[in-house]
């Protein structure tokens, strides 16, 4: 079996997006025979309105969400957590996307590039030695200063690993100690690194000591960098959520396109440092949202 697997929990607007990502793999047509989606959340009311032939829901408490996280609190330790108790529960490909995953192609296909020796992952953000952004320089400093305590603890990353986007990680459920390796390595480097992507750097990390890392942008949009996105989902849910059918919501998926939308937004991200004050100077705005129409 397959197993599309979520965690989305807390905030609204998490919540929401993840109800949007479901209806952009349903817009593709979705195997149920082949293909479940399984949601770890505090709230499985919010997901009332989707199938629940599809469906099956991992129930987190406080208790145990504040315990994912572990003794330093660090929320994205929690999808470890949650990854380790999945593969203990499900037998078969896991494919964990985060919810802030738009579906550009149907899932199935995505399946068949797991197998025991070959993962999946979002995106290669580049090797941290090359200190692109002042992030990978943080980390590949902490690395070379760190290279002994690093060894003591059996994590022998090189100054060239490549940083893997961690919004869909994709692995067979057999792979139990490599899983345990990342949460061994998170902690390990958490203790002393306090870092929001080292949970990022422990999968990438560990997936490519254990074989070949596959890109997944073919198949999904992942909008990590589009918070402004938030505010039209919910205007997308308050219009449809109590009086739209399924089918109604999942056709006007489209009508709100993340991928689309966020144009503007990544080519002025793209402008130079002056090109940037040039528009700021002549009073033009940053960027603006195109245009879009919901329930049309």
Same mark, same amino acid.
């Given at each position: 079996m397959n197993y599309l697997v979520y965690q989305s929990y807390g905030n609204k607007d998490i919540l929401n997006e993840c109800c949007y990502s479901i209806l952009s793999l349903l817009k593709h047509g979705l195997n149920k025979k082949a293909v479940? @989606?399984?949601?770890? !959340?505090?709230?499985?009311?919010?997901?009332?309105? /989707?199938?629940?032939?599809?469906?099956?829901?991992?129930?987190?408490?406080?208790?145990?969400?504040?315990? $994912? =996280?572990?003794?330093?609190?660090?929320i994205h330790r929690l999808k470890i957590k949650v990854l380790e108790d999945c593969i203990n529960r499900f037998d078969g490909n896991i494919l964990y996307v985060d919810s802030d995953i738009y579906f550009l192609k149907p899932v199935d296909d995505l399946f068949t590039h797991i197998t025991e020796h070959s993962?999946?992952?979002?995106?290669?953000?580049?090797?941290?030695? /090359?200190? !692109?952004?002042? @992030?990978?320089? =943080?980390?590949? @400093?902490?690395?070379?200063?760190? =290279?002994?305590?690093?060894?003591?603890? !059996?994590?022998?990353?090189?100054?060239?690993?490549?940083?893997?986007?961690?919004?869909?990680?994709?692995?067979?459920?057999?792979?139990? &100690?490599?899983i345990a390796d990342v949460l061994n390595t998170n902690d390990i480097i958490f203790e002393k690194f306090r870092s929001h992507v080292v949970e990022q750097l422990?999968?990438?990390?560990? /997936?490519?000591?254990?074989?070949?890392?596959? &890109?997944?942008?073919?198949? @999904?949009?992942? $909008?990590?960098?589009?918070?402004?996105?938030?505010?039209? *989902?919910?205007?997308?849910?308050?219009?449809?959520?109590? =009086?739209?059918? *399924?089918?109604?919501?999942?056709?006007?998926?489209?009508?709100?396109?993340?991928?689309? /939308?966020? &144009?503007?937004?990544m080519e002025y991200e793209s402008l130079s440092f002056f090109r940037k004050n040039l528009r700021k100077l002549y009073g033009k705005n940053r960027w603006q949202l195109p245009a879009y129409t919901i329930g049309k």
């Open positions: 479940q @989606v399984i949601i770890y !959340t505090d709230q499985p009311g919010c997901f009332s309105f /989707l199938p629940s032939e599809y469906i099956q829901f991992v129930v987190m408490d406080a208790i145990t969400i504040e315990a $994912y =996280k572990g003794p330093h609190s660090f993962f999946l992952m979002c995106n290669n953000e580049g090797a941290i030695h /090359l200190k !692109t952004n002042i @992030v990978f320089d =943080k980390f590949s @400093v902490f690395i070379k200063k760190n =290279k002994t305590y690093l060894e003591e603890n !059996t994590i022998l990353i090189p100054q060239d690993v490549i940083m893997w986007n961690a919004g869909v990680i994709g692995f067979p459920s057999s792979k139990k &100690k490599m422990s999968f990438s990390y560990q /997936l490519q000591q254990n074989g070949m890392v596959q &890109k997944s942008t073919d198949y @999904v949009f992942h $909008y990590w960098n589009f918070k402004e996105f938030r505010a039209i *989902l919910l205007e997308f849910f308050n219009h449809h959520r109590d =009086k739209s059918s *399924l089918e109604t919501m999942i056709q006007d998926v489209d009508s709100i396109r993340p991928d689309l /939308l966020i &144009k503007p937004k």
